[in-house]
């Protein structure tokens, strides 16, 4: 499996931008499913952003459109900049990782899917 460290959590205000990176590491297959997810205490995890690393095609949650962007670099680690975070945004933000073979459609909102995942980082945003 792939091993996952993320960094990059803390707090910000309202408006304010937070850069989240994945050190990953053990791939062994060519290509991924890489996402970012987040967790509130009592809620699902859900998926935030995501590329699939065969062809960079990116997802982005409805949340997460025109304000956080999902990038990678030759290494395979990965990160989420949050730009015009809100109040709402504050989570646990997890990376994770899978492989895959065509796409990762469909992935994005099945956790159970996926293998591999990071501690965990919390992102708190005040207003």
């Known amino acids: 499996q792939v091993q996952l460290v993320e960094s990059g959590g803390g707090s910000v205000q309202a408006g304010g931008s937070l850069r989240l990176s994945c050190a990953a590491s053990?791939?062994?297959?060519?290509?991924?499913?890489m996402g970012w997810f987040r967790q509130a205490p009592g809620k699902e995890r859900e998926g935030v952003a995501g590329?699939?690393?065969?062809?960079?095609?990116t997802y982005y949650a409805d949340s997460a459109k025109g304000r956080f962007t999902i990038s990678r670099d030759s290494a395979k680690n990965f990160y989420l900049q949050m730009n015009s975070l809100k109040p709402e945004d504050t989570d646990m933000y997890y990376c994770?990782?899978?492989?895959?073979?065509?796409?990762?459609?469909?992935?994005?909102?099945?956790?159970?899917?996926?293998?591999?995942w990071g501690q965990g980082t919390q992102v708190t945003v005040s207003s």
């Open positions: 994770a990782a899978k492989p895959a073979w065509r796409s990762c459609r469909g992935n994005y909102n099945r956790p159970d899917l996926w293998p591999s």
């Open positions: 053990g791939y062994t297959y060519s290509s991924y499913c």
């Open positions: 590329i699939y690393t065969g062809t960079d095609t």
